[in-house]
């Protein structure tokens, strides 16, 4: 037996909402890849019954039955599970509770159940027996589904205003693995037919004559046979002596009693042939609610029951939402959160895979759909890292190239055949860096300049007898005037005897004519 919150397959168990003799109902909570999670209900057989190979068949059955059986109005098998020593099978929760609590509650109140009420209630039931009996096997055999065991506790009426049949357990086909022996009589006997209950041959008449007594109940507001003990109730079940329901309950319809009548005939072929024929019999004498009105009702008899179980559903899926692990397969993508960028891609992409005990479609068992949200695309983070590395040193580089190329510009002697600036570049940097130059000093560099251009050619055809090259361009270059400063200066011509810028420029080391620095 496990505790609640055990983890068993791809299902966390939790705490039982309903028990019967051979299994319970908890709920549970079915988790799936990227953080897919769905609560369920899980029918899981009692420890003592799970070591019986008889009961494990019949438990087996009944989840390959019911999963045969779609039908709104029939409740969902979605999976069995066979783990170590459980058994299981899971089915879709409803928000609802079972007929004879709903019924137990009314007359605890003195209420009688609203006759439309109970038929929309009856509707739903004979529509998904109908279903049941007309299922088919993959090859399109008929399976002869009969339920057996059609009673309230075998009703779920959902707060949506639907119902729906449960609990196939004891369903006969064609197709069980299980048989019951010879002379065993199973299901309640207040709502057995009599041939059920003498073991003659089941069919679907049995089925819509417990429909018939389930309604009877319903519109009369007691128990068909009133009788102290049950060898009294075998009797009466064998001679069919049920009242009609008009005689006791004079509040419904001399039509509505007919239909009922006939549902409950000693005899099977008196009754109804199909549950389709019962269905538009009752919807030609009656106005059934609407589902509004059938989920209100039960929402009002079953507020306690619901609220309670609506608080732990709502545990369970704050859980799953929370990232609690559900699987051990998933408990490495779900937990902690991660603590750095590259762990919060790690886990992303690993949600979007799924577990490895996945089928290739995503469900182990063929069977139901999963929505799975994409996960969110994980960002590359060590690549992008090394991008910008990368584009760093890139620009550093370039940085020190161009530092280096202007630095050995600086440098650089002067080529013979490429004279340096022209003193035009110098006289005016000078002017510039000197602050606010006088008009006299301004007239001075202009014309030093001038003169300085003048003896461009000059110059450069005196680099050039000098020089090995025998180049004869002359290049321009945009050199500082600090560097010009920093340069050696030669002394002032020797013919200079009026001043010391008579002339104004001389000649340097390298044989270029500058303006004299005194002379700006």
């Known amino acids: ?170 369903a006969l086909a064609n197709v069980k693995l299980h048989t019951t022996r010879a002379g065993e009589v199973k299901g309640k006997v207040a709502y057995m037919s009599p041939e059920q209950l003498r073991g003659e041959p089941v069919t679907r008449a049995a089925d819509l004559y417990a429909a018939g007594v389930v309604l009877w109940e319903l519109c009369a507001g007691r128990r068909a046979y009133d009788v102290e003990n049950e060898g009294a109730l075998y009797a009466r079940v064998l001679t069919g002596s049920i009242p009609r329901i008009d005689e006791v309950a004079p509040w419904v319809s001399p039509q509505l009693a007919s239909v009922v009548g006939c549902a409950i005939a000693r005899q099977a072929p008196i009754r109804f042939a199909t549950a389709q024929a019962m269905v538009s019999a009752l919807e030609s004498v009656v106005t059934p609610a609407p589902p509004s009105r059938v989920g209100a009702w039960v929402d009002d008899l079953a507020q306690e029951e619901l609220v309670t179980r609506r608080a732990i559903v709502a545990r ?15 408990a490495s993508t779900r937990g902690a959160i991660p603590s750095s960028p590259n762990a919060i891609g790690t886990s992303l992409a690993a949600r979007a895979q799924l577990p490895s005990h996945f089928g290739a479609d995503g469900d ?40 280096g190329t202007m630095w050995l510009a600086m440098r650089r002697p002067a080529d013979a055949a490429s004279p340096r600036p022209t003193d035009d570049v ?56 600090t560097s010009a400063r920093s340069r050696p200066r030669s002394q002032p011509s020797a013919t200079s005897t009026t001043g010391p810028c008579d002339p104004p420029t001389y000649i340097d080391a390298q044989g270029i004519r500058r303006v004299k620095r005194e002379c700006f």
């Open 1 to 170: 037996m496990v505790g609640a919150g055990t983890v068993l397959g791809r299902y966390v168990l939790f705490e039982p909402i309903a028990a019967g003799g051979m299994a319970s109902i908890c709920l549970g909570r079915q988790a799936g890849a990227a953080g897919f999670s769905r609560v369920v209900a899980v029918k899981r057989l009692h420890p003592h019954m799970a070591q019986d190979p008889e009961f494990i068949a019949m438990f087996l059955d009944e989840a390959r039955l019911a999963a045969r059986v779609r039908h709104p109005n029939v409740i969902e098998t979605l999976d069995v599970v066979h783990e170590g020593k459980e058994t299981f099978i899971v089915m879709e929760y409803v928000d609802g509770e079972a007929l004879a609590k709903l019924i137990g509650r009314a007359r605890a109140r003195g209420e009688r159940v609203p006759v439309d009420i109970a038929c929309a209630i009856v509707l739903g039931l004979l529509r998904g027996l109908h279903a049941a009996h007309e299922a088919r096997g993959p090859s399109g055999e008929p399976l002869g589904i009969v339920h057996r065991d059609v009673s309230p506790q075998n009703v779920l009426v959902g707060t949506d205003g639907v119902a729906r049949a449960i609990d196939f357990g004891i």
């Open 316 to 330: 369970i899926e704050h859980a799953g939402a929370g990232g609690t692990s559900a699987s051990p397969a998933l």
């Open 364 to 403: 182990p068992h063929g069977r139901g759909t999963h929505t799975l949200t994409a996960a969110a695309p994980a960002v590359n983070e060590p690549s992008r890292q090394r991008s910008m590395v990368i584009a760093a040193a890139a620009v550093t580089f370039g940085a020190v190239i161009a530092a």
């Open 426 to 481: 110098h006289a005016t940097e000078v002017a510039t860096t000197d602050g606010a130059a006088s008009p006299d000093a301004s007239a001075t560099a202009i014309a030093a300049t001038s003169e300085t251009v003048a003896a461009v050619t000059t110059t450069t055809a005196t680099a050039a007898e000098s020089a090995a090259s025998s180049s004869t361009s002359t290049s321009i270059s945009l050199e500082p005037a």
